[in-house]
């Protein structure tokens, strides 16, 4: 499975991948979804968001769902998604070699889009699903070549007049189950190649405005100056400091600078800060510092700075009924597994609010992930397969 999914949408020059939501790479993905699902004899079916669902045995309500995503963010790794996917149907293939047939209802789940490369909002399947995001608002969300969500759909063969809540699906599953490859280190510290995820940090998205006078880099004095730059650079290293005294992580990653002249100071700077934290609190206070920060220093540079909250994610506490279950289940082949919390969000993170939710993550040595480093050595995903058996058999027997 891992090798014929490999090669699809690779950019050789890059080594990582562009699996965009509905790009003929998105849709080579999705159909070796089908093939999988074929191979299996499962019953394959799209939902009306898009999401892939193959069914092993009936359909019905207190399924056991298990799944991922197979999209990737430009030149992603290989593991992102895809190791969720192709655990599930390897799990399917332990669990039969048991003699194991579920009591209850049971799908792996393909969920689309949940990047967010190509039209700029993560989770869309998942939250087109849960309602957490509008359905006018996703047709009309526009990627890089002006194309729209709905016109990438239709062209796919995807109604996207469909999209919406699915109340009779969510209502269906008692259980969603989704393995991921670490996106961090924790586990290369320990001796276990699985975790269980304790929650998703809360996450904020900042724009910042930094405005200030044009002029000749040659010729205006220093003391002359009005230079957002300035004030922006300061802004990043405020933090940075901010962040590793509170215990957060803040990342200035995307900034837009006017005129963008090697020779002229800046009018304008416009930068997007992304804030996570343990805590609602702890991210309020260390955000509510870079703000002051940046005010402060604006102040001393004689730039102006407008600074507005883009989105928040709050926290999410996986359910613990479903946590206590797997580390249970789990201590019986393992030891006891570390239980963890991630700063990266996930579709399990979005279904949570509707569903039983819990996660499973597979060590990651070097803890790169969104990018071409992104590794699990093969006996760690062997090691996920036989957790995630083990976890499903619990829930579905
Ligand atoms: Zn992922």
């Known amino acids: 499975m891992w090798r014929s999914l490999l090669p699809l949408g690779l950019n050789p020059d890059t080594g990582g991948y562009r699996r965009f939501a509905w790009n003929t790479a998105d849709l080579a993905c999705r159909e070796w979804f089908r093939t999988e699902a074929a191979a299996r004899g499962l019953d394959m079916e799209t939902d009306r968001n898009g999401n ?30 895809p190791l969720g996917v192709v655990s599930a149907f390897a799990a399917i293939d332990v669990l039969r070699a048991r ?8 799908a792996v789940a393909c969920f689309s889009d949940e990047e967010g490369a190509r039209f700029g909002v993560a989770c869309a399947g998942s939250r087109l699903l849960t309602g957490a995001l509008d359905p006018g608002k ?66 904020s998205r900042w724009r910042f405005d930094f405005g200030g006078e ?55 700077v416009r930068a997007w800060l992304d804030v996570r934290a343990p805590a609602e609190e702890i991210l309020a206070a260390v955000t509510e510092e870079i703000v002051q920060a940046a005010g402060e220093r604006a102040g ?29 289940t ?20 979005i279904l949570a609010a509707a569903v039983p939710t819990a996660m499973l993550y ?25 957790a995630l058996a083990d976890v499903l058999q619990e829930l579905a027997q």
């Open 362 to 386: 597979v060590r990651n040595p070097s803890g790169v992930s969104h990018a071409p480093g992104e590794h699990a050595e093969d006996r760690d995903c062997l090691a996920g397969v036989t």
């Open 138 to 203: 996703a047709r009309a969300l526009r990627d890089l070549d002006g194309v729209t969500m709905a016109e990438a759909m239709e062209r796919a063969g995807q109604d996207p007049d469909t999209l919406g809540r699915d109340d009779e699906r969510l209502a269906g599953v008692a259980a969603y189950v989704e393995l991921h490859v670490e996106q961090g280190k924790a586990l290369a510290f320990t001796e276990s190649p699985v975790a269980v995820a304790s929650a998703i940090w809360p996450h």
């Open 300 to 328: 001393r540079d004689g730039t102006v700075l407008a600074a507005e909250r883009e989105s928040h994610t709050p926290v999410v506490e996986f359910d613990h009924v479903l946590r206590n279950l797997l580390t249970g």
């Open 330 to 349: 789990l201590r019986q082949s393992f030891g006891a597994v570390p239980v963890l919390p991630t700063g990266a969000g996930h579709d399990a993170g």
């Open 52 to 81: 892939l669902w193959a069914w092993w045995g009936p359909k019905g309500p207190g399924a056991v769902v298990t799944g991922s995503h197979l999209d990737s963010v430009p030149d992603g790794g290989a593991f992102d998604g």
């Open 99 to 106: 003699g194991f047939t579920p009591a209850k209802p049971f």
């Open 214 to 268: 044009a002029n000749h880099a040659g010729t205006t004095r220093l003391e002359d100056r009005r230079d957002p730059m300035l004030t922006y650079a300061n802004t990043v290293l405020a933090a940075r400091k901010k962040a590793k005294l509170g215990g957060a992580v803040a990342t200035f990653g995307r900034l837009v600078v006017e005129p963008n002249g090697t020779n002229a100071i800046p009018s304008r």
